[in-house]
């Protein structure tokens, strides 16, 4: 069989490639604006555990503060594999159609699939959740309207 395409060209359409390297910009810029979130939820939960104990040092509800402040603190964790997965595909995406480079694309694709297979994960556990105080709550609710 003959190849009528030339040995440097790539299998990729031209189409295609402009609407990956659009994503790519629109990944960018969704990922910056989640790594300035997570330092926000770092600094809130920074200034939970650390700030209110200047405020009111006898204060009784401190043990309530640091546990909210913790949670702030998981978030923030949580929330940074998505948002580096996005800007790993973003990155790896425009290296890969600028410079015709199939291993920077085949990399940020993988970095997009981890970005799914993580949101679906969360999402069953999140969901989970949801049913398990579903099927908690309910019942105790009936209980406390007899």
Known sequence: MEDNEPANSS?????????????????????????VGIGLIILMAVVVLIGFSFFNPVMDNNLNLRGVGLIYLVIAVV????????????????????????QSLTSGFENLKSLFKFMGIFTIITLSIYALFLFILLPVSVLFMK
């Open 11 to 35: 299998p990729i359409p031209f189409e295609i490639k402009n609407y990956l390297l659009e994503t790519s910009k629109w990944g960018k810029f969704l990922a910056i604006v989640g790594y």
């Open 79 to 102: 929330y940074y594999f998505p948002i580096n997965y996005l800007h790993r595909f973003s990155r790896q995406i425009k290296l890969g159609i600028t410079g015709n480079d199939e």
